[in-house]
């Protein structure tokens, strides 16, 4: 199994490009995301501060999009890891809805050193030159530049959390193995198979044993790109090291049941999923006080 995996069920378009690298974020939806729907939820910045930004990393600096309450004080953290379609409108949204219940939530663009994903039509071709040239060890790396400027910008170092969905989600596995710093995660549709490679050396199945904090799964069975069994593999082997991992498999769902822009939005199982990821966040102390 390789990364292309990861698209099935995503119907892809011509005339692929590459743009120059980002400087700023996606406005909109990139153009190689399946047929796009009038967007389900949209939550506005009202009593918010949000907005891009730039967050400094070991190797420049990359563009992110945050969201927290606009009053002073110290928010819970949620690092948010974007699909492989980059930090559009859904991410922006998913930030700012974090934000309404409390939190510092910051989106970060990873992959804006290798390529301009807003001007990419083609999914394969931002899997194979852009999401499998991106290094595991600076996409943490990046995490944790992403986590220190929260943490100098409203956040409490103390409740971190994160999530991602899609590609995503398979850095949220990875980063709760990397991070001794993180309270929680949660991976929506996280892959865990693929096909090692000397930048990307393991898949988020062999770290299952290695995370370092609770990690709730949210799947769907119909999922054609994860196969369950990877999901339950995944699950033993964190508990057989003694870990705390939790793993909801949604029996109608298919990948990107949470993404309210597109077909694939199942909205029950979507709104059950949104309510898990908060009551996994509060359990293990990344809440608002």
């Known amino acids: 199994m390789n990364d292309l995996t990861?698209?099935?069920?995503?119907?892809?378009?011509?005339?692929?490009?590459?743009?120059?690298?980002?400087?700023?974020?996606?406005?909109?939806?990139?153009?190689?995301t399946q047929r796009v729907d009038?967007?389900?939820?949209?939550?506005?910045?009202?009593g918010l501060d949000a907005g891009e930004t730039q967050i400094p990393t070991n190797n420049g600096t990359l563009p992110a999009y945050y969201a927290k309450p606009a009053h002073k004080g110290r928010f819970p953290v949620i690092l948010v890891n974007e699909e492989i379609f980059g930090v559009h409108e859904y991410i922006k949204d998913v930030c700012r809805r974090w934000a309404k219940l409390g939190y510092l939530a910051v989106a970060t663009e990873y992959y804006a050193r290798i390529g301009d994903l807003s001007k990419m039509t083609d999914v394969k071709q931002i899997v194979t030159d852009v999401i499998s040239k991106a290094p595991d060890a600076q996409y943490m790396a990046d995490l944790d530049?992403?986590?220190?400027?929260?943490?100098?910008?409203?956040?409490?170092p103390a409740r971190v959390g994160v999530m991602g969905f899609?590609?995503?989600?398979?850095?949220?596995?990875?980063?709760?193995a990397h991070s001794p710093h993180l309270k929680a995660?949660?991976?929506?549709?996280?892959?865990?198979?693929?096909?090692p490679t000397p930048i990307q050396p393991q898949t988020a199945l062999d770290i299952a044993g290695e995370i370092k904090c609770p990690v709730l799964g949210l799947y769907g069975a119909q999922d054609q790109s994860i196969p369950v069994d990877s999901v339950h593999q995944a699950e033993a082997k964190a508990k057989a090291a003694h870990k705390i991992v939790d793993i909801v498999i949604y029996p109608d769902a298919p990948h990107g049941f949470h993404a309210d822009y597109r077909p694939s939005y199942h909205q029950a199982?979507?709104?059950?999923?949104?309510?898990?990821?908060?009551?996994?966040?509060h359990r293990f102390g990344v809440r608002p006080t």
């Open 145 to 156: 530049s992403t986590a220190a400027w929260a943490a100098h910008n409203g956040g409490d």
């Open 185 to 195: 995660a949660v991976a929506f549709y996280g892959p865990l198979l693929g096909t």
């Open 269 to 281: 199982d979507a709104e059950d999923a949104w309510k898990r990821a908060q009551a996994w966040f």
């Open 38 to 46: 009038a967007q389900a939820i949209h939550t506005d910045a009202t």
């Open 6 to 32: 990861e698209i099935k069920g995503l119907q892809d378009y011509p005339l692929a490009r590459r743009g120059v690298l980002m400087t700023g974020l996606i406005s909109g939806f990139t153009l190689a």
């Open 166 to 176: 899609c590609r995503g989600g398979r850095q949220t596995w990875l980063y709760a």
